[in-house]
């Protein structure tokens, strides 16, 4: 198997790089370089949405390079500076960002003096302000750093966190450091992940940030992972309702909080994001810059085929490319129909797009806002609008990292990037105010000189800025004297979200003291006396009811998450049983998930409900089941009971999916139940009951299964196990029905099955039918199982060769008895691909590690300069096409396609084409070279001994779903994880070149360059 997943991410100014010889035509002529504009000419180049002009406020030689900003509560402007930023390849640039403070001496508006506040920073890609210093984003860190001497320069460098992984190109690390109502700050960790500890805590065990957000509390600095995912951007309206982007979709709606999912560790979680844009797909972006000729000349060289890439319909540009920092407007500075816009950068195009969220369903709807135009668009192209803030004055900010090249160096053609300047802009940088026409500036704010009283009315004011600064403020301090005024303020603020920000506050101020989680529960061991306890839990029960009978939904809303803690209260239970008829379909959904804190009958009944009422929403069943943890039982036989629901769309799929976690979980109480209710159904719905019968047995053990003593269930148990063996050798039927049988085998004792697998590995099966097959003997515990794909194994062809490999690396008896059949010389150590050879030398056993260093001494062990140099004659001869597709459909296919066969599990093949023989042989030979984290290969052990390899494809809070070479993938449940842990190494590690000579590397090279 060829991987290429390192391709894309490989040394771009390698002398192994140079052009082949067909590609060196001088493309200098056709590329001159645009100069940048000086920031009165740029001013010039701007055209915006009517009603709206830009101003700047920050420019160079002030700042360079910035990436991110953060007021702090008297308006002065903290920076991150990323020079390095498409630098990283660069051995001759030696530059480190910095934070910069900006103040506005003069009160003019303009930033006119920059103090160097934290200096000699790696990759500082967020800054967010607290107690008087900042938190900063510096992989692998999470800083805190502080000014106490009063020299502007922070003389406190602490490491909170430490293990954030780091993205090359520079667009996927941590970053977005936001404040939430919730009194936390919520940071995405992006694509790259990681690994994360306390920084005073290096030897705790490290928590997975892969595909997730983290929330800390700034004052204890404990954290915890939350849904999350996108890639440099992440954005909360009013509500707290997170919004992301990523290079090609401007905006993802983060649905759920996986702390829900995770207390049903038996259900398959569906993914956090989904893509809300109504219009990502058409070229409608309104571009008033020319197009870069080097854009140019690369749509013309891969549209006439000259070099490798995506086409693009031929299209230079216009389209979604670049998408950075999505950003909800919360603001009062501009008209009221701007508010909860999003707006998001488009560094490619030059622009700013704006769009209008429109509820639908418990999500949203994003919709362009700009009809024929965009809400500001430059002619400029160093004009690179990355980011984006609130300000104090209700304005936005627009964070201009103003460089000649934004786009990462590995996607531009060699033929054209030794042209090209990426350093180009790295001194420069401008941040810009877009302001109403006829704005008035406000005074700069002064939040810190303000009573923690006066605070607290700040939290009704119009501008999120104010709200949002004075609710972190009111953490800070922890003044109880804001009690009864916060108490106040939940009952008769002006507006919706003052009177959330009051109960968040409140919250918070009682939660510091009575130790809570964000969830509003009372952590064990708590020291506070209980009359004091009891106190302050009464005072927040007392305003979490009145929020309950808000009459703004989005109050109810976040009122019904407080009061999960407070669910003994008979009060709290009664307005609950009362939203279950709520008008508003979030309030409703909310509800669902709160309701898993909520024991007993009430709880169940409440439930039923819901489902009723709202169950045709698939989302809305993942509530429900979320709660269903403790009581899958309980709502089985309930929704089994109710003639109507059953046999509903909506009903059947509730019920499967409880017949599914039941059997997973595998509780007596809940299994009894279940069977209850299938029994008690008519005559007449004997097929709903099969079905469900059948899903349940699916998942049960075979032990688990041999206990039940019903006998309808163990005569379908029979009947499935009788059609499987007649259906999954009936070469009369359809392919698809004979696979299902096949996997169904296993419901079977191995020794009356074993016979019908050893036909079903016949070569003259279909395809499908031997991997089912495989799929099916992969859940036996015994030895012979393994056994029977072994004695298979010369027949095997290789895609089926790879899905029996997985098969049997999958427990460690069969490992070994793979490894006595290669020391008996019946199946060659060469047929074995060097990735899987890797992943043995990586295991934990070390038995097999032993034994796999032995038979496989010096696999994949080469010095990667010497394979090579003895590889580069390949570089001189010309290669046979129809042999290198030969090659690449017997060696490359199970994780990459070319011509529609194979399977896209690695690298785009289409981007990395363009980069010429040299860069193929160099990658394809030394694949660790550089690995985007996406692409590094998994171990995951289960607790039945299993273990699954592969790429991670993705992630919620109770599964892990593994991509593996064979080209199948499989959903782990997390409950069901004994370990989970990276190799380190490309999906493809060293040791090609045991596979093919240096002839057929120059056959496949000649392949994977002529192939469109």
Known sequence: MVSLVALLWADAFSDDKKPTAEKTADLAGELPRIPAKEPKEAVKSFTLAPGFRIELVAREP????????????DGRLYVAEFPEYNLHDDPNFKQKGCIKRLEDTDGDGVYDKATVYVDNLPAPVAVACWDGGVFVGSVPNLLYCKDTDGDGKADIRQVVYVGFDRDKAGEAMLNSFRWGADNRFHVSTSMAGGQITPGDKPTAQPTPIRGRFILFDPATRNFETTSGHGQHGMSMDDWGR????????????????????????????????????????????????????????RTRLRTSGAVKGPTEGGRVGGHFTGTTGVTIYRGDAYP??????????????????????????????????????????????WFRPCQFANGPDGCLYVVDIYRELIETVVSIPPEILKHLHPESGVDRGRIWRIVPDNFTRRPAPKLSKM??????????????????????????????????????????GRTPQGRMHALRALHGLLARKAEM????????GNEIAGDELSGLLKQMTKQVLVALGDSDPNVREVAIRLSESFTDDAAVQAKWALLVNDPDIRVRWQLAFSLGELAGQAGTDALVRLAIKDGADPWFRFAIMTSAAKRSGPLARAFLSDAKYRVMPAGKALLAELATTIGLARRDDDVALLLQGIEALPTGEAALGRELTTTLLAKLPPAARAKLQSGSVQTVLKEMVADARKVAVDSKRSVADRATAARNLRLDAFAQASPLFAQLLDPRQPEEVQKAALDALARYDEDTAGGVILDAWANL??????????????????????????????????????????????????????RAEKLF?????????????????????????????????????????????????????????????DFLLVNILDPNREVLPKFLSYLAQTESGRTVAGLIQTETATSVTIRRSDGTSETLLRNDLESLRSTGLSFMPEGFEKQIAVDEMADLIAYILATK
Request: net charge positive.
């Open 857 to 917: 001494a010096g696999a994949g062990l080469s010095k990667r300069t010497e394979v090579i140099a003895a590889y580069k004659p390949a570089l001189e001869r010309k290669g046979d096409v129809a042999k290198g597709r030969a090659i690449f459909r017997k060696q490359c296919i199970a994780c990459h396609r070319l011509e529609g066969v194979g399977e896209q599990i690695g690298a785009e093949l289409a981007g990395i084409q363009e980069r010429g023989a």
């Open 62 to 73: 002030l700042i360079r390079s910035p990436v991110a900003m953060d007021f702090d509560e």
């Open 517 to 524: 989680d964000t969830s509003g529960r009372v952590r064990k």
């Open 451 to 492: 009573t923690s009283v006066e605070l607290v009315a700040l939290l009704d004011h119009p501008n999120g800025w104010h709200r949002d600064t004075a609710s972190r403020l009111l953490y800070q301090r922890q003044d109880t004297s804001t009690i009864a005024p916060l108490a106040k303020l939940v009952g008769e």
């Open 242 to 297: 997170t919004f992301v982007c990523d290079n090609s979709n401007p905006i993802h709606h983060i649905y759920y909080d996986g702390r829900y999912a995770a207390r049903n560790p038996y259900l398959t979680s569906p993914p956090v994001a989904a893509n809300i844009c109504d219009h990502v797909a058409e070229p409608n972006l309104v571009r008033t810059s020319a197009f870069e000729p080097w854009r140019v000349v």
């Open 797 to 850: 062809s290789p895609q089926v060769r790879a899905a029996a490999t997985e098969a049997v690396l999958s427990r460690p008896a069969w490992v070994n008895l793979f490894f006595d059949r290669i020391e008996k010389g019946r199946i060659k150590t060469s047929e074995i691909d060097p990735a899987r050879v890797a992943l043995l030398r990586k295991t934990n056993d070390p038995v097999i590690k032993t």
């Open 336 to 381: 009221p129909e701007c508010r909860g816009q999003a707006i998001v950068g488009e560094v490619s195009n030059n622009l700013a797009h704006r769009m209008t969220l429109k509820p639908k369903g418990v999500g949203f709807v994003a919709s362009k806002a700009d009809e024929g135009r965009e809400f500001l668009a430059s002619s400029d192209n």
